[in-house]
């Protein structure tokens, strides 16, 4: 049975957050003398002088729009990579619980569990990028909290079989985090509407890919009411600052343009396989569902250091585990496409 008190770390449970000065008062007023602000305001001509809201209600509130999810089963941070940790810093005790991964995948789940001192046990993918679902089983114990799983997946590109996530959902207790930060990209469907199925997952997305705010920082839990409301007991007060919050609504109007570019680099993305499949130093170009692609080739250290000569920076994968031989390259625009693939032929 998933019981979520016995998850979280019992020194969270008991927390008093931190209030911050703008929680105490509720009502309306003219003069803020509450929280050390300077009075006078700032060089900028926003606002800028004054702490940003720490709940973040007014960003909450159009993303629930977009994502069809109340906003009081969100949670924002600076960067999906603030929600891995404040997770981390949630759920797992210190020397005496563990996560599990599925190598290969995005790095920051294991460096996030070294910087909290959280233990990481590795259950790589099938030879296909697909889960070990027997794998899994004997890796979990009684202490293992957290399985990071993410579709779809960086590096290899792929999504995640769903009959797989769902077994796993079904058949382990702790917490199943679905990092879906490029699910834009994807055929398959976002797991935000199973929330109401699965008391124990939490989705994570980010605005840094499809949405091309990357220098921004916002990432984005989807989960219970109750798992949002621990991770913002832990997170700093004020994680996500105002000119973020303030651009953030803006880009929230544009939904449409997303989804224009997300259209062109899907495209591109199609395009750029073919291509790359026609040159003799591919080996292997893998089926994407992410803005990227993995490709195995001839000597990819090699080309790696070709491409950086002519000015194009990929990145150099060929030391992960099943991706020996293989570049990730990133699908760019139409004209940086070319010039990849005409660096590559010569
Ligand atoms: N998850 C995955 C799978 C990623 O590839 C990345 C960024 N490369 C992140 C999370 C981090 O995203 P953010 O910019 O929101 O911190």
Known sequence: MFQLEEL??????????????????????????DANENSLGSPLTKWYNRYPDPLQWKV???????????????????GSDECIDVLLRVFCEPAIDN?????????????????NNVKVRKVPLTPDFQLDLAGLEKAIDGHTKMIFLCSPNNPTGNSLDRKDVE????????????????INFSRQRSFVPDLPDYPNLVVMQTLSKAWGL??????????????ISLMNKVKPPYNIN??????????????????DMIRVLVDER??????????SIVREVYPSDANFLLVKVDNATGTYRKLLDNGIVVRDR??????EGCLRITVGTETENDALLKALIH
């Open 8 to 33: 979280v770390r019992p020194n969270i449970l008991t927390l008093v957050p931190y209030s911050s000065a703008r929680d105490e008062f509720k009502g309306e007023a003219d003069i803020f003398l």
């Open 60 to 78: 909450k509130e159009k993303l629930s729009a977009i994502k069809g999810i109340a906003s009081r089963h969100i949670f924002l941070g600076n």
């Open 99 to 115: 996560i599990v991964i599925v190598p290969p995948t995005y790095g920051m789940y294991e460096v996030s569990a070294a910087i």
């Open 167 to 182: 077994v796993l959902l079904n058949n382990y207790f702790g917490i199943v985090v679905m990092d879906e930060a490029y």
């Open 214 to 227: 990357a220098a921004l920082r916002l990432g984005m839990a989807f989960a219970s009411q109750e798992i």
């Open 242 to 259: 105002q000119a973020t919050q303030d651009l953030v609504l803006k880009a929230l109007d544009e939904v449409g343009q997303v989804n």
């Open 270 to 279: 199609g395009r750029l396989e073919q291509e790359l499949k026609r040159l």
């Open 318 to 323: 060929s030391n992960v585990i099943l991706c």
